[in-house]
């Protein structure tokens, strides 16, 4: 078992689940943040930091949001580690709340 990011991240962005992570299993890409599932101890420690709820273990994850196992998966090889937390961008808060952002995903 590993923990997912899901839809909700994506143009929300907030790092505040990388400072808890003891491992640094997270990567930033231009618009969202991946899990390694390699790399990933389960600790739990990043769901609850998440300000927008987007981080799941992959056995609880919300109907709808399967296909975000593949997709840290796939990506988390290909963008670089985040470690230190960053200012979310200007416009997170607007994002949080809105559902239906899978096709603006930027690879």
């Known amino acids: 078992m590993t923990f ?8 929300c962005k907030y790092t ?4 808890v992570c003891p491992v640094d299993c997270f990567h930033e890409g231009p618009n969202f943040l991946v899990i390694d599932p390699e790399e990933c101890i389960d600790c739990t420690l990043c769901e609850p930091e998440c ?10 994850l919300p109907e709808g949001q399967e296909e975000f196992i593949q997709i840290n998966a796939d990506l988390s ?10 200012p979310a961008p200007e416009d997170a808060d607007d994002w949080a709340t809105k559902t239906d952002k899978r096709d603006l995903l930027e690879q």
């Open 4 to 11: 997912v990011v899901t839809e909700s991240c994506i143009k």
């Open 16 to 19: 505040d689940c990388v400072d």
């Open 51 to 60: 300000p927008v709820e987007a981080i799941y273990s992959e056995d609880e």
């Open 77 to 86: 090889p290909k963008w670089p580690v985040i470690t230190d937390v960053k």
